[in-house]
């Protein structure tokens, strides 16, 4: 009876420590994430066929038409980033609209 009890509180006190370092975990990631206003849109035209080959969908070719880039002014840091976005984003969001996207990962805290 007394190794179960010890056993339980064991592996309680396992769970807690458990949830404790997650917990810290995610305020790590909270301060890597960063939102700001979208003050620019640009575009650099570098257009290439990038070829990726994988086991389920064997040889893949993708087409790139070149590079979209988002200005994002952080109100908070008091700066503004250019941070990279695919094209479907580029076209969906507009200038002025809010964009949440992750610090640049030399400034990240580990």
Avoid: C
Avoid at 39 to 47: G, I, R
Avoid at 73 to 92: C, G, I, K, L, M
């Amino acid at each position: 009876m007394l190794i179960a009890i010890a056993s339980g509180v064991g592996i309680m006190g396992f769970v807690g420590y458990g949830i404790f370092v997650m917990s810290g975990w995610q305020r790590k990631a909270s301060t890597n994430t960063l939102t700001g206003k979208i003050v620019a849109k640009h575009f650099t035209p570098a257009p290439e066929d990038q070829i990726s080959f994988s086991r389920k969908k064997g040889l893949k070719t993708e087409h790139i038409a070149g590079e979209y880039t988002f200005e994002i002014r952080v109100s908070e840091e008091n700066r503004t980033f250019e941070v990279p976005v695919d094209a479907n984003t580029y076209e969906a969001v507009r200038v002025g609209s809010s964009f949440t996207f992750l610090r640049p990962r030399s400034e990240q805290v580990k």
